[in-house]
């Protein structure tokens, strides 16, 4: 039907078509490509068809103290992200088509009353040209690959600066200096040091390896969230705790957003559609499968992350069930990350840093690409800001208006009943409606992501 190599061949041909807008300038910028792929198998007509219908590129985040009351700041602008958001635009105009009696390549109409399902044959795929960050990216090193960081010393207590890997933090770590910190600490066997650090720290996870091997972790720059127990930092291997939920990192400010690693497995779950979306769908959306591009991987540490962390999660709504998603990687390389941009970098374009910009391209018939910085269009003046102008075409505020022209456009007699006889007005109302996809949602914290930090209500009650 499809293979790992044809799908990332896909998406990467699609970023290769797009205009040159946001795109990290060759031989000194990198970023980092996720994309939604709608498949459609025709059994009568023993054919698939492969379309991308949400495309992302993105490394950054903004912290808590420049997000806005709004809804017209992007927060995350991780590239698995951005495609996700891209691809609930797409739905939404799916969702419209469908309800304004035109035709819809996703969606036909439910069993119940004002749901629509989605037709015969038709899934969604996921693709990310690197690990997610998080959970997933922490896995030990073996010693064929390529550390593209410079070697850092045992006895630093504090992480090293990062030479521009991914999203400042997704990095390919070094092979450290094992003898002379077998040295300094008295030649300790690594497994003793496990122990010890277990015992020290009870709640924390730590990978377990043969002491006769020199090992350490690729390491991720997304830091345990605040209430929940930190990282060991210790060396190798008992550097990271695993399972733990993370929080990306931001240039000085801490930042709200959860790991992409941890979004992930919370869509295994609610589905990637999203509160206001689940209104109208007698059933979630969930991903067939994730594949990942060449680059350093981990099935397990995949499994672990997407998978096996909310594997028991019990007492869902009747419509909602723990999906496991198929893990796959395809053996071909983004040409934007930051290996090839080192490959290809020269000393007289200054210092190797990733693309300010985030693209978003999704399959919608008005405006499909939005090109963005900091949050917003990317090139809007000062005097813009705050202004429609300036918004992402895939902010918060944005979607919810798309939402709104969504629901416009639905005959009282098919609206879903969810949305009948209430006074509903902000953002805020409008997700808390969702009645079964918050009682899933409040299932998968309870069980799963007890730690998972709440949002300030303030910045969800625009309208």
Same mark, same amino acid.
């Given at each position: 039907?499809?293979?790992?190599?044809?799908?990332?061949?896909?998406?990467?041909?699609?970023?290769?078509?797009?205009?040159? $807008?946001?795109?990290? !300038?060759?031989?000194?910028?990198?970023?980092?490509?996720?994309?939604?792929?709608?498949?459609?198998?025709?059994?009568?007509?023993?054919?698939?068809?492969?379309?991308?219908?949400?495309?992302?590129?993105?490394?950054?985040?903004?912290?808590?103290?420049?997000?806005?009351?709004?809804?017209?700041?992007?927060?995350?602008?991780?590239?698995?992200?951005?495609?996700? *958001?891209?691809?609930?635009?797409?739905?939404?105009?799916?969702?419209?088509?469908?309800?304004?009696?035109? /035709?819809?390549?996703?969606?036909?109409?439910?069993?119940?009353?004002?749901?629509?399902?989605?037709?015969?044959?038709?899934?969604?795929?996921?693709?990310?040209?690197?690990?997610?960050?998080?959970?997933?990216?922490?896995?030990?090193?073996?010693?064929?690959?390529?550390?593209?960081?410079?070697?850092?010393?045992?006895?630093?207590?504090?992480?090293?600066?990062?030479?521009?890997?991914?999203?400042?933090? %997704?990095?390919?770590?070094? !092979?450290?200096?094992?003898?002379?910190?077998? =040295?300094? /600490?008295?030649?300790?066997?690594?497994?003793?040091?496990?122990?010890?650090?277990?015992?020290?720290?009870?709640?924390?996870?730590?990978?377990?390896?043969?002491? %006769?091997?020199?090992?350490?972790?690729? $390491?991720?720059?997304?830091?345990?969230?605040?209430?929940?127990?930190?990282?060991?930092?210790?060396?190798?291997?008992?550097?990271?705790?695993?399972?733990?939920?993370?929080?990306?990192?931001?240039?000085?400010? $801490?930042?709200?957003?959860?790991?992409?690693?941890?979004?992930?497995?919370?869509?295994?779950?609610?589905?990637?559609?999203?509160?206001?979306?689940?209104?109208?769908?007698?059933?979630?959306?969930?991903?067939?499968?994730?594949?990942?591009?060449?680059?350093?991987?981990?099935?397990?540490?995949?499994?672990?992350?997407?998978?096996? $962390?909310?594997?028991?999660?019990?007492?869902?709504?009747?419509?909602?069930?723990?999906?496991? @998603?198929?893990?796959?990687?395809?053996?071909?390389?983004?040409?934007?990350?930051?290996?090839?941009?080192?490959?290809?970098?020269?000393?007289?374009?200054?210092?190797?840093?990733?693309?300010?910009?985030?693209?978003?391209?999704?399959?919608?018939?008005? =405006?499909?690409?939005?090109?963005?910085?900091?949050?917003?269009?990317?090139?809007?003046?000062?005097?813009?800001?705050?202004?429609?102008?300036?918004?992402?075409?895939?902010?918060?505020?944005?979607?919810?208006?798309?939402? @709104?022209?969504?629901?416009?456009?639905?005959?009282?007699?098919? @609206?879903?009943?969810?949305?009948?006889?209430?006074?509903?007005?902000?953002?805020?109302?409008?997700?808390?409606?969702? !009645?079964?996809? =918050?009682?899933?949602?409040?299932?998968?914290?309870?069980?799963?992501?007890? @730690?998972?930090?709440?949002?300030? *209500?303030?910045?969800?009650?625009?309208?």
């Amino acid at each position: 039907m499809w293979s790992p190599d044809e799908i990332a061949g896909l998406c990467y041909n699609h970023f290769k078509k797009l205009p040159k $807008r946001g795109k990290p !300038e060759a031989g000194r910028e990198w970023t980092l490509l996720a994309a939604v792929i709608l498949v459609t198998d025709s059994s009568e007509q023993k054919t698939v068809h492969k379309q991308v219908v949400s495309l992302g590129t993105g490394t950054k985040c903004i912290g808590r103290s420049t997000m806005s009351l709004k809804g017209d700041i992007l927060n995350d602008s991780h590239a698995e992200v951005i495609a996700r *958001r891209g691809c609930v635009r797409y739905l939404t105009e799916q969702l419209f088509r469908a309800v304004s009696g035109q /035709s819809s390549d996703v969606f036909c109409p439910g069993s119940e009353e004002g749901k629509w399902a989605v037709k015969p044959g038709v899934s969604f795929l996921f693709f990310t040209s690197q690990t997610p960050c998080g959970d997933a990216s922490i896995f030990p090193m073996t010693g064929s690959q390529a550390q593209p960081c410079e070697p850092v010393k045992l006895i630093q207590s504090k992480e090293p600066e990062r030479r521009g890997q991914k999203r400042h933090a %997704e990095s390919d770590l070094k !092979e450290s200096d094992r003898h002379s910190s077998r =040295q300094k /600490s008295g030649h300790t066997d690594e497994r003793e040091a496990m122990t010890e650090n277990k015992e020290s720290n009870p709640s924390n996870a730590v990978l377990h390896c043969d002491p %006769e091997e020199e090992k350490d972790l690729h $390491r991720t720059g997304a830091k345990c969230v605040p209430s929940g127990p930190a990282d060991p930092l210790q060396p190798g291997l008992l550097y990271h705790s695993i399972g733990a939920l993370r929080l990306k990192p931001g240039r000085g400010d $801490r930042t709200l957003s959860l790991s992409c690693s941890d979004k992930l497995a919370r869509w295994g779950v609610l589905g990637f559609q999203g509160a206001l979306l689940s209104h109208y769908l007698q059933e979630p959306l969930y991903f067939r499968a994730v594949v990942v591009g060449k680059c350093p991987y981990s099935h397990e540490a995949m499994q672990r992350a997407l998978n096996t $962390r909310c594997s028991d999660v019990r007492g869902l709504p009747p419509v909602f069930s723990k999906r496991d @998603l198929e893990i796959l990687q395809s053996g071909l390389e983004f040409p934007h990350n930051h290996t090839h941009t080192e490959a290809k970098h020269k000393h007289t374009l200054g210092r190797i840093s990733p693309c300010g910009a985030a693209i978003s391209w999704c399959a919608v018939s008005q =405006q499909p690409l939005d090109v963005t910085a900091n949050g917003y269009k990317q090139g809007v003046t000062k005097k813009a800001l705050g202004t429609s102008q300036a918004r992402s075409l895939i902010s918060k505020v944005e979607l919810f208006h798309s939402f @709104l022209k969504l629901v416009a456009a639905t005959e009282d007699s098919r @609206l879903p009943e969810s949305l009948c006889g209430k006074d509903l007005k902000t953002y805020w109302d409008y997700k808390q409606a969702a !009645e079964p996809y =918050q009682q899933a949602w409040t299932q998968l914290r309870l069980q799963a992501f007890p @730690l998972w930090p709440r949002g300030p *209500r303030e910045l969800l009650l625009f309208s």
